[in-house]
T-cell receptor, first 109, second 112 residues
Framework: EDKVVQSPLSLVVHEGDTVTLNCSYEVTNFRSLLWYKQEKKAPTFLFMLTSSGIEKKSGRLSSILDKKELFSILNITATQTGDSAVYLCAVDGNEKLTFGTGTRLTIIP | NAGVTQTPKFRILKIGQSMTLQCTQD?????MYWYRQDPGMGLKLIYYSVGAGITDKGEVPNGYNVSRSTTEDFPLRLELAAPSQTSVYFC???????????FGPGTRLTVT
């Protein structure tokens, strides 16, 4: 059975801090790893990672995948209150996604 | 494109009632998915479909049924609703060979 574990479960930091969110996985027929941001509605897509060691970057967010150690990290620098959300990691294997339980990030002004 | 649309947005059911959650996508995506998300939890796959006429069970299929008679529509049927089915339901779709899933806005269902 495919499995995705995210840590920490929740994180509270001050505005301007840098955070690192972790995602480890076990999946047969790995195709890709995806990060989503979820506020009080449907998840919105952030990144898709397929190759080890290649950083994906979008503004203050970046992510990297290690296929040998089976994990990914999502970094957010200079955090803002608008970054407060649940961040979901999902792994694509066998035509479907397996999601982790998410990391709830709260940014204090 | 409207993307993925879901109806209704909210619904309250009594125990034992039945209902159908509607999902439609206008992107001509082959793959469609139904997830449920309980408070503080990730998304759990209920059913999915890789094309019209083909459906398969996900992680938590019990108490639900689906059909896929067209590429656009993927309704989720609840028979004999139970309080354990209180959740937010998301429908999603994606194109073959493309990993990003597009999500609908969700349906918040309460069974009392």
């Amino acid at each position: 059975e495919d499995k995705v574990v995210q840590s920490p479960l929740s994180l509270v930091v001050h505005e301007g801090d840098t955070v690192t969110l972790n995602c480890s996985y076990e999946v047969t027929n790995f195709r890709s790893l995806l990060w989503y941001k979820q506020e009080k509605k449907a998840p919105t897509f952030l990144f898709m990672l397929t190759s080890s060691g290649i950083e994906k970057k979008s503004g203050r967010l970046s992510s990297i995948l290690d296929k040998k150690e089976l994990f990914s990290i999502l970094n957010i620098t200079a955090t803002q209150t608008g970054d407060s959300a649940v961040y979901l990691c999902a792994v694509d294997g066998n035509e479907k996604l397996t999601f982790g339980t998410g990391t709830r990030l709260t940014i204090i002004p | 494109n409207a993307g993925v649309t879901q109806t209704p947005k909210f619904r309250i059911l009594k125990i034992g009632q039945s209902m159908t959650l509607q999902c439609t996508q206008d992107m001509n995506h082959n793959y469609m998915y139904w997830y449920r998300q309980d408070p503080g939890m990730g998304l759990k796959l209920i059913y999915y479909s890789v094309g019209a006429g083909i459906t398969d069970k996900g992680e938590v299929p019990n108490g639900y049924n689906v059909s896929r008679s067209t590429t656009e529509d993927f309704p989720l049927r609840l028979e004999l609703a139970a309080p354990s089915q209180t959740s937010v339901y998301f429908c999603a779709s994606r194109r073959v060979g493309i990993d990003e899933q597009y999500f609908g806005p969700g349906t918040r269902l309460t069974v009392t």
